[in-house]
Each structure stands twice: as structure tokens, then as C-alpha cells.
């Protein structure tokens, strides 16, 4: 399968990509480089061998992520890792987190569907489950609200995935 990875410069996200070039997967990265560095892509070659794809980009500008799976297609599934994560930081400058992490998801499902990409993976958060009433947390546990703007954009997205989902 070809795979493309947003925020896959990331700590996790280049971990995943270790995990997909090893599996036999071809593996495109997309990132902004806003929370990450170049030089995790370039440790991803050289513990696995293999080449990854990179592009540059912003997933909230849809020309440039219409254009990268133009140009590595076809995409057969994305993992969506790309988001603004700090929850401190998201109760600071909390129109940032939303414009970043809700406009990218949008962008980002709208090109999937230009491109007849319908398999996605999306890494949450267990801030979605606010103030739990137990731990550890069950997947199955209500989502009564989160505690802070961060919290509340992986809530959102959750929400957009399956309001498409739903129409699709």
C-alpha cells in the first residue's frame, strides 16, 4: 500500500514510518515542519534503508496537498498525525489550534475525496474524554467535553470523520 503520513516528521509519526517501510508499504510524508525537523526523515532512511517521500506543505493549503497526492498517487490510505498539540499552549493562542487543526482536517478531507482516498487512520488524544471518571480510560467512554482548546479540536475532528463517514 502506499501510505501518506501527515505530520510524519514528528516523533510519532516518524516512529509509524519505521513501522510502514519495514511492513513493505511505500510511505509519502507531508508536514509543515512546525513541530518537527527534517532530519527525523532522514534517521527514518537510514535506520530502515528505504526511501520516503517528502513534501513540504501546509495541509491546511489544499493546491499543495491536491498537488503532493497528484504526484505520489495514487494514495491508498492516510494517517493523520498533523496538529497543533500542546495544551497549555492551546488555552494561550486557542484560534490558532482551531485554524490549524479543524481547517487542515477539512482540507485534508476534502483532497482524500478528490483523490478516492477513503481508508484513514486518525491519531486522537485522551483529552477528548475531558476529566475521565476513571482510569485507565476505555475507549467506549463518553465524551461529555474536553477540558481545553486542544482537547476540543481532536473532539471536533473525531466528530468531521464520522459525519463523513457517514456520508460516504
Known sequence: MKILVTGGAGFIGSHTCVELLNAGHAVVVVDNLCNSHSESLRRVKKITGKKIAFHKIDIRKRAALDAAFKAEGPVDAVIHFAALKA???SSRIPLAYYGNNITGTLTLCEVMAANACKNLVFSSSATVYGDPASVPIREDAPTPGATNPYGWTKLMMEQIFRDVQTSD
Open 87 to 89: 495544551v497549555g499552549e
